[in-house]
């Protein structure tokens, strides 16, 4: 059997470690030829025949632009983008939130999806396909995250309407929204300041909160988040765009 992802060539975003990394992973043993992008220098972990590895700063959108054009260089086409960067920062009641933290939320987890979003489209739109996976959240309905809410919730606005704009160019756009998921310790900290008590528990009542909301009452594995990322990522999903996908145990966020 052919493998799914068979000469694909797939850009894969915050591929240094967790989510990211399993789904770089997983591309390659199916197949496609897959460039790892992350800030961080851990990306360079990766190896193998069929990959490309680049730091870069997504929050930058001439950062993104450059990734694309090294993509295209090397493997000739961009088939697969997928959107990984992101993540909450802090956790804690709006009014708690200082401005430049709410700033920082948003350009963490809408900015590097929109502009990498931007600028693959030029290369995608001239071999006239491509499929575009954004990974958005269930936290658009939850507490202690607004600013993280508000930015996946730009995440899904940008997948509707750029679904619409682009499928008649044959371009797919869609995403997942993941729920609580269990992953390795994080080698790369979203915050490296200590969290004090009262940030403990405000981050507790997210974890309880998520809980709650699933009806499968756990978190998912990191294999449980791929699969469906890749699932709109491959052929077999060819006539879905436009959507957000809930992954979280019946969380529909």
Partial sequence: MTPRFDAKVALVTGAAQGIGRRVAERLLGEGAWVVAVDRSELVHELQHARLLTLTADLEQHAECAEVMAAAKVRFGRIDILINNVGGTIWAKPFEYYEVAQIEAEVRRSLFPTLWCCHCVLPYMLEQGSGAIVNVSSVATRGINRVPYGAAKGGVNALTACLALETAGSGIRVNATAPGGTEAPPRRIPRNNQPQSEQERVWYQQVVDQTLDSSLMK?????????????????????YITGVTLPVGGGDLG
Avoid: H, K, M, P
């Fill in 218 to 238: 756990r978190y998912a594995n990191i294999d449980e988040q791929v699969g469906a990322i890749l699932f709109l990522a491959s052929d077999e999903a060819s």
